[in-house]
């Protein structure tokens, strides 16, 4: 017989593949030292309400403030400083500038307006040369002298005409040793000042008040 041929070989079976082994857990950073730790931050936020039955401590009181505040219906001596009676010459424009703003016509009005703005100005503006006379009457009737004496200029209507106002700050109007003139200026003295500035303005009337 004839010889047979060999019988192939089986296939290896495959092989399994391996498993990767898990990655190591990363180690914790060692725990500082309780000596090393940094204190913590104050807390932005409002302060915690304290414990029931605690006492709380006393709020730090602020600091005196340098200049003592003025009582608010003090804080201002205003003027109003009617047209002037002489002389005569003048007396008739002022008159004439009253007949003509009854008619709707302001400017000869305004023209003398600004003319005896000008002399109110020389009379209580800082110059220099000299103290401005206002500041020389105010240390006479006040009794001390003053380092500023601070003013404002406005206008103001009486009765459909108008006049100049006055008003001189008593909170920024100051003493050499930067006090400020305040209640000292009373309204007392606030009426002899109507007769002053009646008499250098050569005003028909002059009207004080105090806020």
Known sequence: MPALPPKPLPKPLPKPLAKPLPKPLPKSPPRPH??????????????????????????????????????????????????PGAPEEMKALYDRAREELKTGSDSLARKLFELR????????????????????????KLGRELKKVDVAIGLS????????????????????DDT?????????????????????????????ALR
């Open 34 to 83: 309780a000596d090393s730790m940094p204190a913590p931050a104050a807390a932005s936020g409002p302060a915690p309400a304290p414990a029931p039955g605690s006492v709380p401590k006393p709020a730090a009181k602020p600091a005196a403030a340098s200049v003592p505040e003025i009582a608010p219906e003090t804080m201002q001596a205003s003027f109003l400083i009617g047209p």
């Open 117 to 140: 703005l000008s002399t109110i100005k020389y009379i209580t503006l800082p110059n220099a040369k000299e103290k401005p006379m206002l500041q020389r009457i105010l240390e006479e």
């Open 157 to 176: 209507f009486v009765r459909g005409e108008m006049v100049h106002n006055l008003a001189i700050s008593l909170k920024r109007s100051v003493y050499t």
């Open 180 to 208: 400020p003139v305040g209640k000292d200026l009373t309204a007392a003295l606030a009426k002899s000042l109507e007769s002053v500035f009646g008499f250098v303005f050569k005003a028909i009337w002059v009207q004080s």
